[in-house]
């Protein structure tokens, strides 16, 4: 930038913040979440005008009513989030997280009939085995990538059905675990149910915080291992990786496993959930429909941007506008309108890095032609104006941020 | 049961399967005859489920307008026909849009463009349909067609108990063969999806070509996903069921077939030949006293997917360029 060294004076601190990789993939997020809530918005104008405003506005706020609701809800999600997006740090695009996580319910979900086991060790146990049945499930596409070159995107979508298919088969066919009566399944023994934080009319339960950890624990693995360096410069460039003598077949197998391993505790962790009812718990209906969970893991990771700890308060904000979702049927919209809002919102975070890019650009050319045309003395203006343009940028970004964040 | 009659049965039986196989196969050709224009021009097209559904709903909620208006049945399929492409065209063009000009992971906007779509239609549908979809009662089906449906063996086969997407489908399989391999743009196309910038240096514009590859895929889809509709679920579409991963099953499809028309086509046929053996397996009699559990015959197609990817990806042919923006600077 030409004026860089005359406007470095004024805005040193502001330039640190705003030119950092962080902050340009937040303010893009911001962006993709702006332009989904606004297509949404759009939806709800045409499908009932006069309830628009009140519709969206209950999108929006619905969820503080029910904080306790927004965490319980965004356990699962952050799981698949983070399932998504350690792929992604790999270049692996794991849109089999549904699959996982349905095999994890299954598996956690059948150690909670079956296994008979002291109180406190019992859903430990249960959770242990979610975990086993996503990493077996995550294995398959990491195999059929490594050793067989098959596109990785296809055998999870294929596998999404075929697990659905087997679970569904699964449950109906296993005495003890379905009510035929009810097409669902039947309680969990209250041994195999997490324990709960303690918070009336909610599922809130300690799943959060071990979510939470693992997502840390991912952090440093990413950040401070010799593996997590590997996966990430494999992402990078696979060809390189190769060259520098990293086991590129190992470390798929490996990411795959551990991705849906990641996806089968969320699994675990929904269905696993205490009831707030006594006696009761939380139930599965097999009527062959892939896990939505493993989708919105999805938009949690590419509003995160891929990072264990982007994820964790992008899983939030999803949870967030799911509960707010739900309050919109209130006045009249179905709760589908939410899940119109996460596509929309993975359909812009796909290119908002880009726009965002083409915005700078513009941005600079307009700065540099006033510089022009306003001589010398304009010059220094218009140095001055340019970080104030950032600035002005940000205000309608900063609110939803409030509103996100209150 | 004398040897007679287990020949007059396993007859039937064949019968059966291919006059069911056929408006299978069809949606899957189509289909995967877009996902070949798209890739061959060197864009990934994962929405192509999306893209059905968007046809699929559009056509029959057209159905469901002229249903009352008397019109013969075939005509109305036609013009569903022609709606369905219309809408699949224009939803490609948000993939088109956001791959080619905005230089999107093509993988991450067709992924969104499948999740909007179900949403979609679930939200308008209960708004003002109070059900999951749209549901029509136009009779598409035909269960003889005069005079060609009395040909022995093959009036019997291929003209009796069908539908005319079933002509139609083969029609616009041979009209792609032809432009793919002998027009001028077929190869331009092609040369975009191996080597884009070869392809620039010689003056194709490839931002064109692709804009091109994208959109057949969309008009394609779109004739695919109302096929669907009206072959498979008997004219109508519900947000929940969706197209049942045809869209995915179309791409397994396009790579077996080697990215090839010709050979998309008998992959097709592969395929739609396990899709059939679910709803047919009562008819069958060794099949029926196996006692198997129907999830097993749902699992087939995709299972059979797994299959042969595994046998075909070593030696894959994929358009070299697949996946990769187009970027003039870039040497």
Known sequence: MHNESLSKKNVFHLKKITGSKAFSTFTAALLAILLGLVFGFIVMLIASPPNAVPGIFAVLTGGFRRIADVIYYATPIMMTGLAVGFAFKMGLFNIGASGQYTMGMFFAMYAGFFFNLPRGLHWIVCVAMGMLGGLLWGLIPGVFKALLNVNEVITSIMFNYIGMFLVDMWIQTTPGMYVADKARTAYLPASAQMPSLGIPNSGVNISIFIAIAIAILLFIVLSKTTFGYELKATGYNRHASTYAGMNGKRNIILTMAIAGALAGLGGAFAFLAPSSIPGSSVTYEPINVIAPNGFNGIAVALLGNSSPIGIIFSSVFISHIQRGGTQARLFGYEYEIIDVVISVI????????????????????????????????????????????????????????????? | MNSNDLLKEFIDVFYFIVQNMLPVAIPLLLVALGGMFSERSGVINIALEGIMLFGAFFGCLFVYYVQNTGLNPQVILLLGMVIGAISGFIYSLLLSVAAVNLKADQTITGTALNLIIPAGILLFSRMYFNSDGVTTRVRFYISKIPVLGDIPVIG??????????????????????????????????????????????????????????????????????????????????????????????????????????????????????????????????FVRDMNINAAYFKMLPYAATMVVLAFTSKKSRAPKAEGIPFDKGQR
């Open chain 2, 156 to 285: 019997r086969l291929f003209f009796q108990n069908t539908y005319i997407t079933v002509y139609i489908g083969l029609l616009l399989l041979v009209i792609c063969t032809i432009f793919f391999y002998k027009t001028r743009l077929g190869l331009r196309l092609r040369a975009c999806g191996e080597h884009p910038h070869a392809a620039d240096s010689v003056g194709i514009n490839v931002y064109r070509m692709r804009h091109l590859g994208v959109g057949l895929s969309g008009i394609l889809g779109g004739i695919g996903g109302f096929f669907y509709a009206v072959g498979i679920m008997d004219g109508n579409v519900n947000g929940h069921t969706g197209v049942a991963g045809f869209g995915f099953l179309a791409l397994a499809v396009m790579i077996f077939g080697q990215w090839k028309p010709i050979r998309i086509f008998f992959a097709a046929l592969f395929f739609a030949f396990f899709r059939t053996l679910a709803p047919s397996r009562s008819l069958i009699p």
């Open chain 1, 346 to 406: 993975i359909y812009f975070s796909a290119f908002v890095m880009l726009m965002q890019e083409v915005a700078k650009k513009a941005l600079r050319q307009l700065l540099d032609s006033l510089k022009r045309s306003f001589g010398k003395k304009g010059a220094e203006k218009a140095s001055d104006a340019q970080p104030a343009a950032e600035i002005m940028a940000e205000p309608e970004l900063s609110e939803v941020e409030k509103e996100g964040q209150k």
